[in-house]
C-alpha cells in the first residue's frame, strides 16, 4: 500500500525536500501540533514538514477510557487539518497521563501542576500516545496507541516547588517533561521512552514506512 503513489517527487528545489537527513517524504508531509517535542522528532528523521495546529474540543466524554480519548483525538486532529491539505499527509497525535484509571491533562495553574506531581511522586503511571495518519483523496486513515509504563522517585515537597516554580510543567500532560528538567523525577520506564515525550518513533516511522509516504534518503 503506497499512499503516495500517485504523487510525483519535485525537485530538491522544492520546500519540503530540503533537509539531509535519513528520511525524506515523497508526498507533503503536515504534522498537526504545535509541540516542538514532536516538530523536532521529524527535524531529528531529516523530514521537511509543514505545521498547522489543530484546534478541537478536547474535553473528555462521559464515560470514556483514556485509550478511546487519545484515539479520538488524533483522528479528529488529523481530520480537521486534513480539510485545509487535501493533498498531503497529515499526522497528528495526543499524549495523557493515566494514574489509577484518571486522566491527567495539562494543568491549568502552578497549583493544579504541584497537586499532579504530588499524587505521581513515589508510583507508577500510564503515558498513552495516540497517532493518527490521514490523507483525504485516498480516504485512508491509520490510527494506533502506544502505552508506557513511568516510575516515579519520591518528590520532596520542596523539589516539587523548585521544578514548579520553572514553568516547564504548564504546558506538559501530567505537568512533566521527561525530556526536560523533570527527568531526574523518573526511576524506570517500561515500553517507548519517545511515547513519553509525546510520539511513539518506532510506530510511526513504521507506519510512514509501510505506507510509502517516507523514504530511506539516498546519498
Same mark, same amino acid.
Given at each position: 500500500m503506497n499512499m503516495c503513489s500517485t504523487y510525483k517527487v519535485p525537485d530538491a528545489e522544492q520546500p519540503f525536500l530540503q533537509s539531509k537527513g535519513m528520511f525524506q517524504a515523497i508526498c507533503p508531509l503536515v504534522l498537526a501540533s504545535a509541540s516542538p517535542r514532536r516538530q523536532q522528532f521529524f527535524r531529528e528523521l531529516g523530514l521537511d514538514f509543514v505545521v498547522a495546529a489543530a484546534e478541537i474540543d478536547e474535553r473528555a466524554h462521559s464515560g470514556e477510557a483514556p485509550t478511546e480519548y487519545v484515539v479520538r483525538l488524533a483522528l479528529e486532529k488529523a481530520r480537521e487539518v486534513a480539510i485545509g491539505y487535501s493533498d498531503s499527509t497529515v499526522v497528528a497525535a495526543d499524549t495523557i497521563v493515566v494514574l489509577d484509571g484518571r486522566m491527567l491533562g495539562k494543568p491549568a495553574t502552578p497549583? =493544579?501542576?504541584? /497537586?499532579?506531581?504530588? !499524587?505521581? @511522586?513515589?508510583?507508577? !503511571? +500510564?503515558?498513552?500516545?495516540?497517532?493518527? $495518519? @490521514?490523507?483525504?483523496?485516498?480516504?485512508?486513515?491509520?490510527?494506533?496507541?502506544?502505552? @508506557? +509504563?513511568? /516510575?516515579?522517585? +519520591?518528590?520532596?515537597?520542596?523539589?516539587? =516547588?523548585?521544578?514548579? %516554580?520553572?514553568?516547564?510543567?504548564?504546558?506538559?500532560?501530567?505537568?512533566?517533561? $521527561?525530556?526536560?528538567?523533570?527527568?531526574?523525577?523518573?526511576?524506570?520506564?517500561?515500553?517507548?521512552? @519517545? %511515547?513519553?515525550?509525546?510520539?511513539?518513533?518506532? +510506530?510511526?516511522?513504521? /507506519?510512514?514506512?509501510?505506507?510509502? $509516504? $517516507?523514504?530511506?534518503?539516498?546519498?
Open positions: 497549583a =493544579e501542576a504541584k /497537586e499532579m506531581l504530588m !499524587h505521581l @511522586s513515589g508510583r507508577t !503511571h +500510564e503515558v498513552f500516545t495516540a497517532f493518527a $495518519i @490521514s490523507r483525504s483523496p485516498d480516504l485512508v486513515e491509520v490510527v494506533q496507541a502506544v502505552r @508506557s +509504563e513511568v /516510575e516515579f522517585m +519520591e518528590i520532596p515537597l520542596a523539589v516539587c =516547588e523548585a521544578y514548579v %516554580n520553572t514553568g516547564e510543567s504548564l504546558d506538559k500532560a501530567g505537568a512533566y517533561g $521527561i525530556q526536560g528538567a523533570a527527568g531526574f523525577l523518573v526511576r524506570r520506564v517500561v515500553g517507548s521512552y @519517545s %511515547n513519553v515525550v509525546g510520539l511513539p518513533l518506532a +510506530e510511526v516511522v513504521s /507506519e510512514l514506512l509501510r505506507l510509502g $509516504i $517516507i523514504v530511506p534518503r539516498a546519498w
